[in-house]
């Protein structure tokens, strides 16, 4: 393995204030880095509402694109769904070889964006909140209670293993120390993952 080949970012909470579209000054660097490092169509921003059936003429995907300056998936099913989706892009932008283990996703929350990487066999990085003025309360709720788990569970059980552990990698999206499967993080430059 060469390493990761495309990041997919979760943007509520983890690369923007909830329901902003312009990228959080705590992230702002680390955004730009990964924007360099891969090239822009080499992220994506995957979103339950942007770019869903709900996003009406996908004005919204077509706003933050604008924003952010990288695509959003447009997709069908809700996280944790969209896998064919997800692969798809990745394997037009990567190239036909490309698999789920070369593709890393970020995310705040631990079922939606950890899990489901995990099950896919992804690196995922799990950061904390960025603010939670604005956010969500139920996903505040869920995101609590997901985090409670998980200290009650995580002296039991480790994180999956990945095949880019111990290359180097793009691993953070900042915003605080992460935690999470297949690798942690929340640095903001490439570096060794151990």
Known sequence: MEGIKGVI??????????????????????FETSKRVFGPRKLI????????LDDS?????????SSLGVPVLRHAVKKPGAIPEV????????????????????GDRLLTDVMWGNF??????????L????????????????????????????????????????VGSGGGEGKGGRGGGGSTDTQQVK
């Open 131 to 170: 603010t939670p003025e604005g956010d969500n309360k139920v996903a505040a709720i869920v995101r609590r209670l997901e985090n409670g788990f998980s200290r009650i569970l995580s002296p039991r059980w480790s994180a999956p293993s990945h095949p880019a552990m111990g290359e180097k990698v793009v």
């Open 120 to 129: 896919a066999g992804m690196l995922t990085v799990h950061t904390q909140i």
């Open 57 to 65: 003429g996908h004005a919204a995907a077509i706003r933050i694109e």
């Open 9 to 30: 970012f979760d943007k509520d909470n983890t690369i923007t204030a909830p329901y902003v579209d312009e990228v959080h000054e705590q992230v702002a660097d680390a």
């Open 87 to 106: 692969l798809e892009h990745f394997k037009k932008e990567c190239g036909p070889d490309t698999t789920y283990e070369d593709l890393c996703i970020i």
């Open 45 to 52: 921003i995957i979103s339950n509402s942007a770019g869903t």
